[in-house]
C-alpha cells in the first residue's frame, strides 16, 4: 500500500490545516487508518485513528481541535486540524492497518497498532 500525505504548510498559531492522505489501493475501503506526527529526535506519537466503517478515536493531546475522516470513494483519509498550537508542528504521517478478523468497528488507538507508514507532510505552526 503506497500511501501519500499532503497539505502541511506554515500556519500561525490558532489557524487551522487539513491534510489529507490518498492510496491507489483498491481495498481502500477495508482498511483502519490512522495519522501519527514525529518532531526530529522523538519518538512517533499517534494522533487518531478511524475504522473502516469511520468510528474515530482522538489522542487525548488533539481531542476537541483535530477531526479525522474519511472517503472511501476518493482512498482518501483526512486530518482536520483546528485551533493550533506550535506544539503541535511536526511531520504528520498517516498509516495503515488491516483490521483483525476485517472488522469495519476496530480503530487503531496506538502507534503500534499501525502497519504501512506513507511519506509525511510538515506542519509548522508558529507562535
Known amino acids: 500500500v503506497q500511501l501519500q500525505a499532503s497539505g502541511g504548510g506554515l500556519v500561525q498559531a490558532g489557524g487551522s490545516l487539513r491534510l489529507s492522505c490518498t492510496t491507489l489501493a483498491g481495498t481502500f475501503s477495508t482498511y483502519a487508518m490512522g495519522w501519527l506526527r514525529q518532531v526530529p529526535g522523538k519518538e512517533r506519537e499517534f494522533v487518531a485513528g478511524?475504522?473502516?466503517?469511520?468510528?474515530?478515536y482522538h489522542a487525548d493531546s488533539v481531542k476537541g481541535r483535530f477531526t479525522i475522516s474519511r472517503d472511501n470513494a476518493q482512498n482518501t483519509v483526512y486530518l482536520q486540524m483546528n485551533s493550533l498550537k506550535p506544539d503541535d508542528t511536526a511531520v504528520y504521517y498517516c498509516?495503515?492497518?488491516?483490521?483483525?478478523?476485517?472488522?469495519?468497528?476496530?480503530?487503531?488507538?496506538?502507534?503500534?497498532?499501525?502497519?504501512?507508514w506513507g511519506q509525511g507532510t510538515l506542519v509548522t505552526v508558529s507562535s
Open positions: 478511524i475504522s473502516s466503517g469511520g468510528s474515530t
Open positions: 498509516a495503515t492497518r488491516t483490521p483483525p478478523f476485517g472488522s469495519r468497528m476496530y480503530v487503531p488507538k496506538s502507534s503500534n497498532e499501525l502497519q504501512t
